[in-house]
C-alpha cells in the first residue's frame, strides 16, 4: 500500500543568500539584521486521504513571526520602481497609479484586452514583455491555476484518445451484436424494450464509430435524434425515449468548431458521450413520484431496455465487454465524480438483489417482477441533481428542502451518467424551488418572472469561503429571495470536511479544494499590502471564478483540447537566471494543493492509460515542476528568504517553457472561454462564466532579502460574468468572432481595482 507524507520545504539557505542576478545592486540590505529564523510545518489535522484518490497531501512549512508590511495607502516613495519598472510606472495612467497607491495593486482595464479579430495576449507574451523590458515579474495565482489545468486538460486528451476511444468503439460494437442475438431470443412483452435499447446504442455507435449505419428497422427514430443533436436547439422531445431532453448539451464547446474537419471526428465522440450520459430509461412514473410525466407502461419500456442492456455489461455475460465498461466508468468517476445516476448495471444487480433472475431476457418479461425491481430502485437510488429531462412539475407552492423530490421524479438509468459534484448541488440549491420568490430588492443577474432562476459563479465563490462574495453578491441584489438564508445554510452543510474522503474523491473535487484554500487568508499574504484590501478580496474572486470556469469548462468527455502533432518539434528551454526578478503570488498553502492536485492527475491518469513521453504526460512534468518551483519560492519569500539558484532559474524561463509547451504538446496559454453555469428552462437562457482575455496586473510587494517594497507585473485573467441566451454558442471560434466584434464588458464589481 502506498503511504501518505508531507512534503516539508527542504533545508532553507543561509540568510543573505543573493535573491536574483540584477536585483542585489537596485536593493539596500535591511539595517537590522533578522532574528532567527524558526518555521514549522503545518501538520495534517488527522488521516490522508484515501489511496485510490492518488492525492498525497503537501503543507508548506512557515515561520511563525512573518512580519506585517506597511499599512495602506502607500506613499509614492515606500515604493521602488527597479530596471524596467520605472518606464511601466510612467506608463500608467494618473487614475491607476492612484489606485496602485490606495490599494497596493491594481489591474489594467484596457480596450485592447481583445483584437478585432479576437485574438488576445498569450500568457507566455505577457511575461515575455516582462522580461523584455527587465521589468519585475509577479507570477500570479490565476496564471498558475490556468496552465496547470490546461496541462491536466491535456493529459485527460490524451487517455481518451488512446484509452476511451478504442474502449467506446469496441463497447458499442458488442452491444450491438450481442442484442441482434437477443432479438432473435425475446418475447413479444420485451420487443418495445429491445427496440429501445437497439436503438439508444445505435446513435452513440452512429456519432462514435466511423461508417456504423443502424438496422432499416430503427434507422428513422436514430435519424430523427441524430438531426436534433446536431441541430442542438434545446429543450426538445426525444423520439426514442418520448421524453424531453436538453440537446442544447450537444453543442460543440472548446475548440471543437463545427466546420473544421479536423475537430469534426472529436466532436463526434463527444456528442456519443454527452448521449450517453444523458439519453435517460425513466423509472418514476406518475403512479409512483409526484412530479413524474411519465405513464407507467413507458417506465415498464424504458426499465426494460435498461435491464437488458445492464445483463449484456456483467462480466458473466462478457468479460471483455464488462471490462471496456468499467474502465470507461473508472475513468469517468476519476476525472468529474460517479455517476449521480445509477447505470443499467447497477439496475441488474439490483434485479439480483431483491430476487429476479436476469440469466435470460424472459425473466424481464414478467411486470410484477419488473415493477418490483422498479420500485426496489425508486427507494435504493435517488439522484441529487436535476438535469431539465421528463418536464417535471414543480408546483408553484413548492420551496426549500420538500423541493428535493424533482430530482426524485426525474429517476432514470444513464449509461454512462454524468457527477452531481457538490458545487452543482449548490447551485441548483440556491435557484428555484429551493429559494422562494424575489423581493423588490432583487435586481441581479438571478432574476427571472419573480424566482432566482439562475446560480452565478458567485454564488460558487461565496460558498468556497469568500466573504467578498457574499458582498458581491448583496450588493447586486442576487440574495433578495424568500428562504435565500435557509438555503445558504444547506448549501454550507454540503461543503466537505478537510478530512472528508470525497474532498479528493476526484479531479474535480480537488480543483474546488485548491480554489477554496487560495480563498482562505495565507500569513505569506502579509507580505503585499494589498491583501489587507477589499479590492484584493475582490481580485481573488475574480481569479476563483476564473479557474472554475476553466475547469467546468473543459470537464466534457472528449470536448478538450483535440489531439496533437507538431510540425517540427523545438529543443527544450534550459532553465536560466534572468536580470529582472520574479515573485511569486504569496500564497504557499494554494501552491501547496495545486501541486498536489497536478501530482494527483498524473498519477491517477498513468494507472488509466496515460503514457511515459507522450504529450499529455510531459506537460504534467513541466507544469509540476513551474508549479513546485513557486511553491517553494512562495514559501522562502514567506520566511524571508530568497530562492536557490535553481528555483529563480525555472521560474526564470517561464515564458520560454510556456512558447515551448504550446508548439510540442498543444498546452493552451490564453485565449477567450466561456461555459454555461445554471440554466433556466422557461427562459432558454443561461448564466455564463469564463475569461475574456488577459491584461496587466500590477502588485507591491515585499522582497523578501531587502524588505523594501517593489513595483512587480504580472498577468491577470480578466473575467466574463452574465447571462446568455442558452442557445448562443460558446465554443471558442465563436467566442472569438464575437468578441473580436462586440467586446464584453467586465462586471460592475472590478471595477474598484481594474482601472483605464
Not at 485592447?112 to 511575461?127: H, K, N, Q, R
Not at 441482434?180 to 412483452?189: F, Q
Not at 474523491?505 to 474546488?512: E, G, I, K, V
Not at 504526460?617 to 530568497?642: C, H, K, M, P, Q
Request: some cysteine; proline content about 9%; hydrophobic content about 45%.
Amino acid at each position: 500500500m502506498r503511504t501518505s507524507f508531507i512534503r516539508i520545504v527542504p533545508a532553507l539557505v543561509a540568510l543573505g543568500s543573493p535573491l536574483l542576478q540584477g536585483c542585489a545592486e537596485d536593493m539596500a540590505p535591511p539595517a537590522v539584521p533578522r532574528t532567527p529564523l524558526v518555521v514549522r510545518a503545518k501538520p495534517l489535522p488527522g488521516p490522508a486521504p484515501p489511496e485510490w484518490s492518488y492525492w498525497e497531501p503537501i503543507e508548506p512549512a512557515l515561520r511563525d513571526d512573518i512580519p506585517k508590511t506597511v499599512s495602506l495607502p502607500l506613499v509614492g516613495a515606500q515604493v521602488t520602481h527597479p530596471l524596467g519598472a520605472e518606464k511601466r510606472w510612467d506608463k500608467l495612467s494618473p487614475a491607476q497609479r492612484d489606485a496602485f497607491l490606495k490599494n497596493g495593486f491594481v489591474a489594467i482595464d484596457s480596450k485592447a484586452v481583445i483584437d478585432d479579430e479576437g485574438d488576445t495576449p498569450s500568457l507566455a507574451e505577457i511575461y515575455e514583455d516582462a522580461e523584455k523590458d527587465k521589468v519585475p515579474a509577479f507570477l500570479t495565482a490565476d496564471t498558475l491555476f490556468f496552465v496547470a489545468q490546461a496541462a491536466i486538460d491535456r493529459a485527460v486528451a490524451d487517455v481518451e484518445d488512446v484509452t476511451w476511444k478504442p474502449a467506446l468503439v469496441r463497447l458499442l460494437t458488442s452491444l450491438t451484436s450481442a442484442l441482434v442475438v437477443d432479438e432473435k431470443s425475446v418475447p413479444l412483452d420485451l420487443a418495445e424494450g429491445l427496440r429501445l435499447a437497439r436503438g439508444f446504442v445505435a446513435v452513440a455507435a452512429k456519432l462514435a464509430i466511423p461508417g456504423y449505419s443502424p438496422p432499416a428497422d430503427i434507422a428513422p427514430g436514430v435519424g430523427e435524434e441524430l438531426r436534433r443533436i446536431e441541430a442542438h436547439q434545446g429543450i426538445e422531445r426525444s423520439p426514442l425515449f418520448g421524453v424531453t431532453l436538453d440537446y442544447a448539451a450537444f453543442a460543440p464547446t472548446f475548440g471543437l468548431r463545427p466546420n473544421d474537419d479536423v475537430s469534426k471526428p472529436q466532436l463526434a465522440l463527444a456528442r456519443a458521450m454527452t448521449w450517453l450520459a444523458q439519453a435517460p430509461f425513466m423509472l418514476a412514473s406518475r403512479g409512483d413520484t409526484a412530479g413524474s410525466t411519465v405513464d407507467v407502461q413507458s417506465a415498464r419500456v424504458h426499465a426494460r431496455a435498461a435491464l437488458l442492456l445492464g445483463r449484456l455489461l456483467s462480466p458473466a455475460s462478457s468479460p471483455e465487454r464488462a471490462a471496456d465498461y468499467a474502465s470507461l466508468r473508472k475513468g469517468l468517476a476519476f476525472v468529474s465524480g460517479k455517476a449521480d445516476d445509477p447505470s443499467p448495471e447497477a439496475l441488474a444487480q439490483m434485479a439480483t438483489t431483491v430476487g429476479v433472475s436476469l440469466d435470460t431476457p424472459q425473466s424481464i418479461a414478467n411486470v410484477a417482477k419488473l415493477d418490483h425491481v422498479r420500485r426496489a430502485a425508486l427507494e435504493r437510488f435517488e439522484p441529487a441533481a436535476y438535469d431539465g429531462v421528463a418536464e417535471v412539475r414543480i408546483p408553484e407552492s413548492s420551496r426549500g428542502p420538500q423541493a428535493g423530490g424533482v430530482g426524485r421524479a426525474a429517476h432514470s438509468v444513464r449509461f454512462l451518467g454524468g457527477a452531481a459534484p457538490v458545487d452543482s448541488l449548490v447551485l441548483q440549491g440556491l435557484t428555484f424551488p429551493f429559494v422562494g420568490s424575489a423581493t423588490k430588492e432583487a435586481n441581479g443577474l438571478s432574476q427571472q418572472a419573480g424566482h432566482r432562476a439562475f446560480a452565478t459563479a458567485i454564488d460558487v465563490a461565496a460558498w468556497l469561503g469568500s466573504s467578498e462574495a457574499e458582498k458581491i453578491r448583496h450588493e447586486s441584489g442576487d440574495d433578495a429571495y424568500e428562504g435565500f438564508r435557509e438555503a445558504l445554510k444547506r448549501t454550507e452543510m454540503m461543503r466537505p470536511a478537510v478530512l472528508a474522503p470525497e474532498r479528493h474523491a476526484s479531479l474535480h473535487m480537488s480543483s474546488l479544494d485548491v480554489l477554496a484554500t487560495y480563498l482562505a487568508p495565507s500569513r505569506a499574504e502579509l507580505a503585499v499590502p494589498a491583501s489587507f484590501s477589499s479590492a484584493y478580496a475582490r481580485r481573488k474572486v475574480e481569479v476563483v471564478t476564473v479557474a472554475w470556469a476553466h475547469e467546468r469548462h473543459d470537464a466534457r468527455p472528449f470536448g478538450g483540447p483535440p489531439p496533437y502533432h507538431p510540425l517540427a518539434p523545438k529543443p527544450r528551454p534550459k532553465p536560466e537566471v534572468h536580470d529582472a526578478p520574479i515573485y511569486v503570488e504569496p500564497h504557499p498553502e494554494a501552491l501547496a494543493h495545486l501541486l498536489s492536485y497536478v501530482r494527483q492527475a498524473d498519477r491517477g491518469l498513468s494507472t488509466m492509460g496515460l503514457a511515459k513521453g507522450s504529450r499529455g504526460a510531459l506537460a504534467l512534468t513541466e507544469i509540476e515542476e513551474i508549479v513546485a518551483a513557486a511553491f517553494e519560492a512562495s514559501t522562502r519569500a514567506a520566511n524571508g528568504e530568497s530562492p536557490p539558484a535553481e528555483v529563480s532559474a525555472v521560474l526564470g524561463t517561464f515564458h520560454d517553457r510556456l512558447e515551448w509547451l504550446e508548439h510540442d504538446v498543444g498546452l493552451r496559454i490564453g485565449g477567450v472561454l466561456a461555459t454555461h453555469v445554471h440554466q433556466d428552462s422557461v427562459s432558454g437562457r443561461a448564466s455564463i462564466v469564463g475569461i475574456t482575455g488577459l491584461t496587466e496586473v500590477h502588485v507591491a510587494i515585499r522582497d523578501p532579502r531587502s524588505g523594501n517594497l517593489v513595483h512587480a507585473v504580472g498577468a491577470r485573467l480578466s473575467g466574463l460574468d452574465g447571462v446568455w441566451p442558452r442557445n448562443r454558442p460558446t465554443h471558442d471560434g465563436a467566442l472569438k468572432e464575437d468578441f473580436g466584434k462586440s467586446p464584453v464588458a467586465p462586471p460592475p464589481w472590478v471595477s474598484v481595482f481594474a482601472v483605464r
